[in-house]
């Protein structure tokens, strides 16, 4: 048998109602120019009839959904779910639905979810760029789509985005390191963004500041997830414990960090007490691991509020000058997993 049930429509509402499909638009609309009560009866039949409205076809109309992609480099990481909660609390106080997915540092996935979200009509995208100079900012400047980067600064000047000082970050890194005795580091560093470069670039400020050369230091890479950190650190030292006279790890994010402490645990090699680790990001498991690590932190779910905020107020035509870019410090948190060696 054929089920004949179909879902209620406008114009179910406007029949029962004895008005226009026009007024009930405007009454689930709340306009103004509908008396309270006609908008009562009109919600009070939508109700038990269990109408819902199509957002994509209503934003055709009134050229806005409420709805904004976000599109993130990997969720799995808890760096970008703590960006993701501030920017799901900003747009839910404003009124607007996050749609969230992720890109896993994969360009062509990029650029399709990109497309996908557009094609859904959003009314705007934030996103996190795998490079500063990647394609799919042709895709949103070509199609007039107000976007606000995280996490980066674009080579283009013309766009907005909100990053913080990773040069400053790398630096602390490296810095508080020297500050107390160690000379002798691995850096597990990650070369594809331009943010993880600047950190390398402050690591080696702080160095040369200090008298000690980049080129006495063992540099491996790239890594970027907790598996790369692990394999890095796995090649590096093979089957051996020894660890060279190297008497710290400095890795240009938590993940990578935690990734080289777990191989350093399973050789049996002692953190602090054989070698030191630092971390960057402060994701929100740094101090709940064996052993809580020492890390740069970065205002992530503050990142996600400012850019959600601001990227709303383009929409909305509110924000008073374009571009808009912010650029946060960054700040050093000693947990137990550095120690002195003076």
Not at 125 to 146: A, D, F, G, M, Y
Not at 159 to 181: E, F, P, S, V
Not at 307 to 332: C, F
Request: hydrophobic share 40%.
């Amino acid at each position: 048998m054929k089920n004949s049930y179909r879902s209620p429509n406008i114009n179910d509402i406007a029949k029962e109602a004895g008005v226009s499909k026009s007024t009930v638009s405007r009454a689930l609309a709340d306009a103004k120019n509908i008396s309270e009560e006609t908008k009562r009866r009109i919600c009070t039949i939508k109700d038990r009839l269990g109408y819902e409205p199509n957002n994509i076809a209503r934003g055709l109309s009134i050229k806005k959904t409420h709805t904004i992609g976000v599109l993130l480099e990997d969720i799995s990481n808890s760096f970008y779910t703590e960006m993701a909660k501030g920017i799901e609390v900003t747009l839910k106080k404003a009124g607007y639905t996050m749609f969230l997915a992720s890109t896993d540092f994969s360009c062509e996935e990029e650029i399709r979810l990109t497309k996908t979200f557009i094609q859904n009509g959003v009314d705007g995208i934030l996103i996190t760029l795998i490079n500063e100079h990647s394609e799919v900012l042709n895709v949103l400047k070509k199609r007039e789509l107000p976007f606000f980067v995280l996490n980066g600064k674009p080579c283009d000047e013309s766009i907005n985005w909100i990053d913080t000082d990773n040069r400053m970050g790398g630096y602390l890194q490296a810095k508080h390191l020297i500050d107390i005795g160690h000379r002798k580091f691995i850096i597990l560093r990650s070369t594809q963004l331009e943010g993880s470069r600047d950190r390398f670039a402050g690591i080696v400020e702080a160095l040369k500041e200090s008298g000690l050369s980049i080129d006495d230091q063992t540099v491996l890479g790239d890594a970027n997830t907790r598996e790369e950190g692990f394999e890095l650190i796995k090649g590096f030292l093979g089957e051996s414990q020894e660890i060279g006279g190297h008497s710290a790890v400095i890795a240009t994010n938590d993940i990578v960090a935690i990734g080289a402490m777990e191989y350093l645990f399973e050789k049996g090699i002692r953190v602090p007490g054989d070698i030191s680790v630092i971390g960057y990001d402060d994701i929100a498991y740094a101090p709940l691991i064996r052993v809580p690590l020492t890390t740069i932190h970065q205002a992530k779910f503050t990142m996600g509020e400012i850019a959600a905020y601001m990227l709303v107020n383009i929409i909305e035509g509110q924000a008073q000058s374009l571009p808009q870019q912010y650029l946060l410090k960054p700040h050093l948190i000693i947990r137990e997993s550095t120690r002195s060696i003076v």
